[in-house]
Each structure stands twice: as C-alpha cells, then as structure tokens.
C-alpha cells in the first residue's frame, strides 16, 4: 500500500496504555513509532485522533515527531484548520477537520461541500474520509463523482494525495529557493529544497511542481533535468509551461522491484503494476525497464 502512494498515521495505541491519560498516550505513540522505523526505517508524523479522544491532540502536540493531526471536529485547542494553498500558512502542529462520509446517506449531499471549494479559487485542501465502510458502493460513486467533474474526465484540476504529501509539499512550497540562468537560449533553472525541522527519515515525497510563466513549447524545445531528478513530465498550461518533477530515487528501486515480479509471473495485474512505476520515471530511464515486460 505504501508503494502505491498510500502513508500510514499514528492513530489508536491500543489497550496497553490508559487512552484517558495523556501521559500514557503519549508513551504509546512513541512506542508505535519506534515499531514502525523497525519495520519500514522510517517514523510517521501525522496523528489522527480516534475516537474524539482530545487527549491524543494534547499528545501530539508534546511529541516532537508529530508534525499534524487531524480532527473530525472541534479539538480541545479551538476550531480545526482549514487549509486553502492562496494564503500562507503553517500546518506544523496544525490539526486539520476531516469530514467523515458515512453518516451522509447519499453521495449527492457529499459533493455541495466539494463543489464549493473546488470552484472557490482558494486551492483548498478538502479532507473527506471513510471507515472500513459497509457500502464499498457509495465511496466508488463519490470517487466516480468526484472524476466525472474535477478529475481525468472532467476538469483535471484535483489532487488526490496524503496528508504526508501535503505536509511536504507545503514545506517544499515555502521554503524552496530558486536559482535562474539564461545562456545561449537555455534557461537553467536550479532548485534548493532545504531540509524541514524533521529529520530526513521523516521526509519521503521529494516530488514537486514548477509553473514557469511566459514560456511556450516551440518545435524543437527540449526540457532535461539533472541525474538527482527521476521522473519528468510536463505540459503547456496556457501561457506557462508546468513542469513536474520527482526525486525519489526510490521510484527506480520500485521500477525494478515490480519488474522482477512481472517477470516471475506474466499476469496482465503484475505488467499493470510493473508500468505504474516505469510510468512515472523520466524518458532515459524507462527504457531498460520496458524491454524487460515486453
């Protein structure tokens, strides 16, 4: 799931610690944590509150790896946030509202809130979520609903992500800094994304999106990047030219790893799996992978 895009997030510890007690809450979120960087070699830093239970809110807020929290409703700190990406904003320590779907009986009551923001011009991040829901039903057609207006057959304007992609790529957006340089009609431009106060086991979706304005795809415009990028794609987005780019070098380790199961068992499923990661890597890159599935 991981693989997938998937994250996973400290939420119930379980009945070894007294959930009415914040100090033995906190013990058993750092206990979680250390098991999950045995496991996986790196930590989680989003917490998300069950069962309202304040007490995890205080919590995270006394543990230094929880970066966010989330809350289905009003917190013991005041109203959650509500993130919209056109203002500055800092979600460290941040707890933002997420709507739970379940308890709405018809798709169509879900999607005014959605609409809402998706026309508001604000860049909102909307946190709708479902628990192991009895009806798999209602959430394909909210996902259906959703793609029909805003997503590959509609619009193509929403972001499907985790709350760790967006924690990053909130990061990324603030702190980055840019260096510009134009020789012989080449324009080099070089990007400097500074460690957060996480540490870097901590930090694991290098990817990112540069909008460059005034620039349009001529015959013959070549875009290339440098050998710590391994995904590139990009596209005319009006007057400016949208660039993404991704720096996980992890996306070659999975490229391979997919590979190799494809080649042990020839399944259609294992050759879909196998190009969704080839997909993302750069041009250069792809080839040695698409001549091992064909």
Same mark, same amino acid.
């Given at each position: 799931?991981?693989?997938?895009?998937?994250?996973?997030?400290?939420?119930?510890?379980?009945?070894?610690?007294?959930?009415?007690?914040?100090?033995?809450?906190?013990?058993?979120?750092?206990?979680?944590?250390?098991?999950?960087?045995?496991?996986?070699?790196?930590?989680?830093?989003?917490?998300?509150?069950?069962?309202?239970?304040?007490?995890?809110?205080?919590?995270?807020?006394?543990?230094?790896?929880?970066?966010?929290?989330?809350?289905?409703?009003?917190?013991?700190?005041?109203?959650?946030?509500?993130?919209?990406?056109?203002?500055?904003?800092?979600?460290?320590?941040?707890?933002?509202?997420?709507?739970?779907?379940?308890?709405?009986?018809?798709?169509?009551?879900?999607?005014?809130?959605?609409?809402?923001?998706?026309?508001?011009?604000?860049?909102?991040?909307?946190?709708?979520?479902?628990?192991?829901?009895?009806?798999?039903?209602?959430?394909?057609?909210?996902?259906?609903?959703?793609?029909?207006?805003?997503?590959?057959?509609?619009?193509?304007?929403?972001?499907?992500?985790?709350?760790?992609?967006?924690?990053?790529?909130?990061?990324?957006?603030?702190?980055?800094?840019?260096?510009?340089?134009?020789?012989?009609?080449?324009?080099?431009?070089?990007?400097?994304?500074?460690?957060?106060?996480?540490?870097?086991?901590?930090?694991?979706?290098? +990817?990112?999106?540069?909008?460059?304005? =005034? /620039?349009?795809? #001529?015959?013959? &415009?070549?875009?290339?990047?440098? %050998?710590?990028? @391994?995904?590139?794609?990009?596209?005319?987005?009006?007057?400016?030219?949208?660039?993404?780019?991704?720096?996980?070098?992890?996306?070659? +380790?999975?490229?391979?790893?997919?590979? =190799? /199961?494809?080649? #042990?068992?020839? &399944?259609?499923?294992?050759?879909? %799996?196998?190009? @969704?990661?080839?997909?993302?890597?750069?041009?250069?890159?792809?080839?040695?992978?698409?001549?091992?599935?064909?």
């Amino acid at each position: 799931m991981i693989d997938f895009g998937c994250d996973i997030y400290l939420h119930d510890i379980g009945p070894s610690y007294d959930v009415n007690d914040v100090s033995s809450i906190l013990k058993g979120i750092i206990a979680c944590n250390q098991k999950t960087k045995e496991i996986l070699g790196r930590k989680m830093k989003v917490l998300v509150r069950p069962n309202g239970n304040n007490k995890y809110i205080t919590a995270g807020r006394q543990y230094d790896d929880v970066a966010f929290m989330t809350s289905e409703n009003n917190t013991d700190i005041g109203a959650p946030l509500n993130v919209t990406f056109n203002n500055d904003v800092e979600l460290k320590k941040a707890t933002q509202y997420r709507r739970y779907t379940e308890p709405t009986p018809a798709v169509s009551q879900l999607m005014p809130y959605i609409d809402e923001k998706a026309l508001a011009g604000t860049y909102a991040w909307v946190h709708d979520f479902s628990h192991a829901p009895a009806d798999f039903q209602y959430i394909l057609d909210l996902f259906t609903n959703i793609n029909d207006k805003y997503g590959k057959d509609g619009s193509d304007c929403v972001w499907f992500a985790s709350m760790d992609e967006v924690y990053e790529y909130n990061y990324i957006r603030k702190h980055c800094t840019v260096e510009k340089n134009i020789s012989n009609n080449v324009l080099t431009l070089k990007f400097s994304v500074h460690s957060s106060d996480l540490p870097n086991e901590m930090q694991f979706h290098r +990817d990112f999106s540069i909008l460059v304005s =005034g /620039i349009s795809m #001529k015959k013959g &415009t070549i875009v290339d990047t440098g %050998d710590n990028i @391994y995904g590139l794609s990009y596209s005319q987005k009006g007057e400016n030219l949208l660039v993404n780019v991704n720096c996980n070098k992890s996306l070659i +380790d999975k490229a391979n790893r997919y590979t =190799g /199961i494809y080649e #042990k068992e020839k &399944t259609v499923s294992k050759k879909e %799996d196998a190009l @969704y990661f080839i997909n993302q890597l750069k041009d250069k890159l792809k080839t040695t992978y698409l001549n091992r599935i064909k």
